[in-house]
């Protein structure tokens, strides 16, 4: 066999047992049943889960009737067999399939009604601070 032929059926050995890196999320929320967006895209209700590309942060929203919404900036940090040079180890030359499923968990506090009080005195503040600004020039 040629020199050629033995690359030919070395690269085809290679990628018939490359394996890959399986990345996903699962996103629980007490209460359950809340909205989840990953940087402004429906994910879904809780417990929501979604395959990602790439390790860093992820930016979610949660909201649920009653509570507070929620605006998260989440680390996700790459696992050591992600780091450069051995990344191109573990997603083509390993012959499985690794799954790294990372589980991120919220507690929505209770919405807070507002002080009626305190809204009615900030909304005259707010008055009196237009009535004081000069008019405009035309």
């Known amino acids: 066999m040629g020199r050629n032929a033995w690359f030919l059926v070395i690269a085809l050995g290679a990628a018939a047992v490359t394996g890959c890196v399986e990345r996903r999320y699962v996103v629980t929320t007490d209460p359950p049943g809340a909205v989840v967006l990953r940087d402004n895209h429906q994910v879904g209700a809780s417990p929501a889960d979604e395959t990602f590309v790439y390790y860093g942060v992820q ?34 030359l390993i012959p499985w399939t690794i799954r790294d499923v990372r589980r991120l968990h919220y507690v929505l506090p209770p919405l807070q009604s507002p002080n009626v009080l305190e809204v009615g005195q900030r909304a005259q ?7 004081n600004l000069p008019p405009p020039n035309p």
């Open 125 to 131: 503040q707010l008055r009196d601070r237009g009535h």
């Open 59 to 92: 930016h979610f929203t949660l909201f649920r009737e009653g509570y507070e919404t929620m605006q998260v900036d989440q680390n996700i940090p790459a696992p050591w067999y992600e780091y450069p040079g051995l990344d191109f180890i573990s997603e083509n």
